[in-house]
């Protein structure tokens, strides 16, 4: 099936660090999630894009839909001990279904020891 | 508005059972989609349903199943349990095309 390449897998923040995770993929994709997930929750949508080149910012969250629309990244600025979580990237291909989307490995954010 | 809600949270079922999960769409919402998370295979689309019908479906086995009723209301169902169904069940409404989760049912087969 479609998959999609998200990166880091893990990575350690500080608070006050900025932080930066981007997902690629082989397909094009018409959109592009991007979701936090905290330890027995639901993913929560973070950011949603919908056409190539847009970026589009949601407080300390910024994130692109990349001009090729293969690929995606999501930018934390300034992170804070609450951003820790697991950070999912999700698309839709074209003439996919809006319900049916395709989901990354997940980014694990971490607080350094 | 309220979020979208599934029922049970949690559930303990043996091999061989069946079970069925519930969940409500955010209102108006009338495409519901599931979910199944491991930490082996991440999230991975079951199916989705819209206006009582399916419209996708991911590549799962014949056991699992999901009905939408009228009100927009979706279960999914999964027959002869193995221990490998045990994972955390994600439904999701979408409108507009954003998609958005429920808090998801905990499922444990032992």
């Known amino acids: 099936g479609q998959q999609l390449n998200q990166s880091p897998q893990s990575m350690f923040i500080q608070e006050g660090e900025d932080v930066s995770m981007n997902c690629t993929s082989s397909s094009i994709f018409n959109t592009w999630l991007w979701y936090k997930q905290d330890p027995g929750e639901g993913p929560v949508l973070l950011i949603a894009?919908?056409?190539?080149?847009e970026l589009t910012s949601n407080g300390r969250l910024t994130a692109q839909f990349g001009i090729t629309r293969k690929d995606s990244f999501l930018n934390i600025s300034a992170s804070i001990p609450s951003d820790v979580g697991i950070y999912f990237c999700?698309?839709?291909?074209?003439?996919?279904?809006?319900?049916?989307?395709?989901f990354g490995k997940g980014t694990k954010l971490s607080v350094k020891p | 508005k309220a979020g979208v809600t599934q029922t049970p949270r949690y559930l303990i079922k043996t091999r061989g059972q069946q079970v069925t999960l519930s969940c409500s769409p955010i209102?108006?919402?009338?495409?519901v989609s599931w979910y199944q998370q491991t930490p082996g295979q991440g999230l991975q689309f079951l199916f989705e349903?819209?206006?009582?019908?399916?419209?996708n479906k991911g590549n799962f086995p014949g056991r699992f199943s999901g009905r939408q009723f009228s009100n927009s209301r979706s279960e999914m169902n999964v027959s002869t349990l193995e221990l490998g169904d045990s994972a955390l069940y994600l439904c999701?409404?979408?409108?507009?095309?954003?998609?958005?989760f429920g808090p998801g049912t905990r499922l444990l087969v032992l």
């Open positions: 894009l919908y056409k190539a080149g």
């Open positions: 349903y819209f206006s009582e019908t399916q419209r």
């Open positions: 209102s108006g919402h009338r495409s």
């Open positions: 999701a409404s979408t409108y507009q095309e954003t998609q958005y």
């Open positions: 999700a698309g839709r291909l074209p003439g996919g279904s809006q319900g049916n989307l395709i």
